[in-house]
T-cell receptor, first 114, second 109 residues
Framework: KAGVTQTPRYLIKTRGQQVTLSCSPISGHRSVSWYQQTPGQGLQFLFEYFSETQRNKGNFPGRFSGRQFSNSRSEMNVSTLELGDSALYLC?????????????FGQGTRLTVV | GESVGLHLPTLSVQEGDNSIINCAYSNSASDYFIWYKQESGKGPQFIIDIRSNMDKRQGQRVTVLLNKTVKHLSLQIAATQPGDSAVYFCAEISDGLTFGKGTHLIIQP
């Protein structure tokens, strides 16, 4: 079956712009989680969506937001981009998201803010 | 706050030797732990998991050990191969996944 698909793979934006990233989970998975990965901070949890509802949220400013659609596809949005937002953004899908099943990651979207 | 950490940022081993990657966690309420492997340019891949009611779990060439007394987790890779070169993350499940910063495993010929 198809894996987790993230689009686009690479993105370059300028400071102050906004960006939307997309994640299509594995078919049948209802939980989608988003992570930011940087060399200095490692993998940091952004938020998790389950059945179109945000179920958990990490410690990121309100500029970071997301949503999930009825087909479980998810988008995350970052507004007023800052240089420090440059990172690899990963999404992971799982059946329940409660740690009782494996989470599968996409290849990520590499965002560069200039 | 709760955290999951790895003891070494880089581990260099000879091809064919066994590798041991360590991880310490602080949330005693975590009941599920996962090791992920991330190759360059790719997202993390699940390697093996272990629940808190187990001390050891074996997969193909990999073994995870859990010591709840000292809150320590380790990943052992037998007969390390060039394809094992990657960054390895431990993660704990409590309310979502919390990742450690990762250990870069380097294989020397």
């Amino acid at each position: 079956k198809a894996g987790v698909t993230q689009t686009p793979r690479y993105l370059i934006k300028t400071r102050g712009q906004q960006v939307t990233l997309s994640c299509s989970p594995i078919s049948g998975h209802r939980s989608v989680s988003w992570y930011q990965q940087t060399p200095g901070q490692g993998l940091q949890f952004l938020f998790e969506y389950f059945s179109e509802t945000q179920r958990n949220k990490g410690n990121f400013p309100g500029r970071f937001s997301g949503r999930q659609f009825s087909n479980s596809r998810s988008e995350m949005n970052v507004s007023t981009l800052e240089l420090g937002d440059s990172a690899l953004y990963l999404c992971a899908s799982s059946f329940s998201g409660r740690g009782d099943t494996e989470a599968f990651f996409g290849q990520g979207t590499r965002l560069t803010v200039v | 706050g709760e955290s999951v950490g790895l003891h070494l940022p880089t581990l260099s081993v000879q091809e064919g030797d066994n590798s041991i990657i360590n991880c310490a966690y602080s949330n005693s309420a975590s009941d599920y732990f996962i090791w992920y492997k991330q190759e360059s340019g790719k997202g993390p891949q699940f390697i093996i998991d272990i629940r808190s009611n187990m001390d050891k779990r074996q997969g193909q060439r990999v073994t995870v050990l859990l010591n709840k007394t000292v809150k320590h987790l380790s990943l052992q890779i037998a007969a390390t191969q060039p394809g094992d070169s990657a960054v390895y993350f431990c993660a704990e499940i409590s309310d979502g996944l919390t990742f450690g910063k990762g250990t870069h495993l380097i294989i020397q010929p």
